[in-house]
């Protein structure tokens, strides 16, 4: 089975981005009447996709209608080196820059400064895991169904070292799935096998593999628990200051692409 690859997608996933920190905390969410909260999301990644942050200000964080985009906030970044690299505002409550592309191993500093509200945070790119490959494997849904097929992906988890994973998955170019998260406990040192999902015939599939810190698996993880809860919890933010919501994530990134033939 022949593989390709969307590097545009990469820009795409981060423009689409909805520590281990020892100060992690619950956030509470009034989800009825809540006072608005800046809703932070900051990415940089250990390869040229330049670092991003988005902020947007809104009154319940499961209200997505409701974001305001935050376009005249003070945004940095520094790293464990001592560079600080200011963020310019592109618009729609989006920071890049040009100039700051991650390093496996090193740490990296956000500080956002809005309305007088100053929100920090702190988060270590991990050991880069890349994927080994995709393969996909029909299945019979039933009789009279159309047959549909099963994506897995595999990567070498690496031995005697706490892992944490985040997945992001594509369908013809649209995200299906950007909240799945796991931890290494059953995988340790092994050659992994994942479950991507179900797919049709013809469908294209790219996932990204992220390796990330304790505070954004934990943070992710609660997400997912939360979103499919009727009754949403609150996800742990590894974000310092008052009324925030959200996260930031230094990560180690690799992809893959099948075509289902």
């Not at 996800?235 to 959200?246: F, M």
Request: glycine letters at 6%.
């Amino acid at each position: 089975m022949k593989t390709i690859s969307f590097p545009i997608l990469i820009f795409l996933s981060i423009i689409s981005i909805l520590t281990f920190n020892a100060c992690e905390k619950v956030i509470d969410i009034d989800l009825n009447e809540s006072n608005p909260q800046l809703v932070i999301e900051a990415l940089v990644l250990d390869s040229m996709v330049p670092a991003t942050v988005k902020i947007s200000q809104t009154a319940s964080f499961y209200e997505y209608s409701d974001y305001v985009k935050i376009n005249n906030a003070v945004v940095n970044i520094s790293d464990s080196d001592g560079h600080i690299f200011p963020l310019n505002s592109i618009g729609n409550g989006i920071y890049t820059s040009d100039s700051l592309f991650g390093n496996s191993g090193k740490e990296y500093r956000l500080n956002v400064v809005y309305n007088g509200q100053v929100i920090t945070s702190e988060s270590t790119i991990p050991q880069k895991i890349n994927i080994d490959s995709l393969s996909y494997k029909p299945f019979e849904l039933g009789f009279g169904d159309e047959e549909m097929f099963m994506v897995y992906l595999y990567f070498n988890d690496p031995v005697n070292i706490e892992n944490f994973y985040r997945f992001k998955i594509y369908k013809n170019g649209l995200l299906e799935n950007g909240l799945r998260a796991y931890n290494d406990q059953y995988i340790n040192g092994q050659n992994a096998k994942v479950n991507v999902g179900q797919f049709e015939k013809g469908d294209t599939v790219y996932v990204e593999l992220y390796s990330v810190d304790y505070a954004n698996y934990l943070y992710f993880k609660t997400l997912s628990d939360a979103s499919g809860s009727d009754n949403p919890g609150n996800p742990v933010s590894n974000l310092e200051g008052e009324n925030c919501l959200g996260y930031f994530g230094a990560y180690a990134f690799s992809f893959d692409t099948i075509v289902i033939r």
